[in-house]
């Protein structure tokens, strides 16, 4: 999607390692977001970003971790990568006016074996 | 219960059908409703935006937001098999940092 890409697009990791996913923005957006969507949940809130080094945890933020160093990148972190984290992550941006939507990045889906 | 409500399907209707998608919600501070519509194997996209009540109409798609039945609705007239994909409802208060997403409709047009 213009103006927002992550990486990697698809990734298999074992159980127990430690997993980054890359959120990029080019619109200098204040607003990031990490989301997970699985059958049956819809998308759920891992967590956000409202401006660099200023983050929030979501509605299952357990198991996760963030970082935003710069306006550009939000870091998604797995720790120690379950089973029940083999998920497709969705990250979203957004200005100031979150009320106008987000824009989603195209996915990361990711196998935890 | 879920502050936004949507009823997962799935919807399957004829090609050339007016198709109905709606979600609940029990937040009255909500005054931003958005409608996501997701293909197979992508991220959503943004679909529809209204702000407070009243309808709003784009082509095939009519958007309508009745604030005091907390009731939001999507409809598609004359339905084409590429309107076959995951209608997301989402919603938001004024100052709010985050919307709220409802569980998604899957819908299917057959041809």
């Known amino acids: 999607d213009a103006g927002i890409t992550q990486s990697p697009r698809h990734k298999v990791t074992e159980t127990g390692t430690p997993v980054t996913l890359r959120c990029h923005q080019t619109?200098?957006?204040?607003?990031m977001y990490w989301y997970r969507q699985d059958p049956g949940h819809g998308l759920r809130l891992i967590h956000y970003s409202y401006g660099v080094k200023d983050t929030d945890k979501g509605e299952v933020s357990d198991g996760y971790s963030v970082s935003r160093s710069k306006t550009e990148d939000f870091l998604l972190t797995l720790e120690s990568a379950t089973s029940s984290q083999t998920s497709v992550y969705f990250c979203?941006?957004?200005?100031?006016?979150?009320?106008?939507?987000?824009?989603f990045g195209s996915g990361t889906r990711l196998t935890v074996v | 219960q879920k502050e936004v409500e949507q009823d997962p399907g799935p919807l399957s209707v004829p090609e050339g059908a007016i198709v109905s998608l709606n979600c609940t919600y029990s937040n009255s501070a909500f005054q931003y409703f958005m409608w996501y519509r997701q293909y197979s194997r992508k991220g959503p996209e943004l679909l529809m935006y209204?702000?407070?009540?009243g309808n709003k109409e784009d082509g095939r798609f009519t958007a309508q937001v009745d604030k005091s039945s907390k009731y939001i609705s999507l409809f598609i007239r004359d339905s084409q098999p590429s309107d076959s994909a995951t209608y997301l409802c989402?919603?938001?208060?004024?100052?709010?940092?985050?919307?709220?997403f409802g569980q998604g409709t899957r819908l299917t047009i057959n041809p």
């Open positions: 209204t702000y407070s009540s």
């Open positions: 619109e200098n957006h204040r607003y």
């Open positions: 989402a919603m938001t208060a004024q100052g709010a940092q985050k919307l709220v």
């Open positions: 979203a941006i957004t200005t100031d006016r979150v009320g106008i939507g987000y824009t």
